[in-house]
């Protein structure tokens, strides 16, 4: 064992994989790789609203929120702005499915919106649905 005080250390070596991330106006050291980028685009508004809609649904049932009037009080909206969104729940299954994955709009405005859905949603027949959906996407496209 070399016991002289003036002889350089043993070399260690670590290997990580790390990246910067910006903090505001400074940069990071952060383990692991870096993120990847989101993709571009957003999800359409009434895509969005569906989903809060079945989050109200499931919130309701596990009794977290008594009702459509508390839910309310809690987003600091009106009952029938909550009524207006958990209508969406109405619509048949296959539709709230192309609903919830409709493609990302890259810009511009959102090629469908929930004042389109809601009346269709308001027809408690789902074959009637589904013929209403099939003319507002033909109507949407032109074709």
């Not at 002889?7 to 910067?20: C, E, G, Q």
């Not at 702005?81 to 994955?101: C, G, K, N, T, Y």
């Not at 949603?121 to 033909?138: E, I």
Request: aromatic share 4%; no cysteine.
């Amino acid at each position: 064992m070399n016991t002289n005080p003036t002889s350089p250390a043993p070399a260690l070596t670590v290997a990580r994989t790390i990246h910067f991330a910006r903090r505001g106006r400074t940069k990071e050291l952060r383990p692991g790789p870096a993120l990847k980028a989101p993709e571009p685009g957003r999800v359409p508004r009434v895509s969005r609203l569906l989903a809060l809609a079945l989050r109200f649904e499931n919130l309701i049932r596990v009794g977290e929120v008594t009702d459509h009037a508390e839910l309310a009080r809690l987003g600091h909206v009106t009952r029938a702005r909550v009524s207006q969104i958990m209508s969406l729940l109405h619509l048949a299954p296959d539709i709230q499915e192309h609903i919830l994955f409709l493609p990302k709009v890259i810009r511009g405005r959102d090629p469908l919106i929930l004042t389109d859905v809601r009346p269709i949603a308001a027809v408690p027949d789902w074959r009637r649905q589904r013929k209403m959906w099939a003319a507002l996407g033909t109507a949407r496209t032109g074709g």
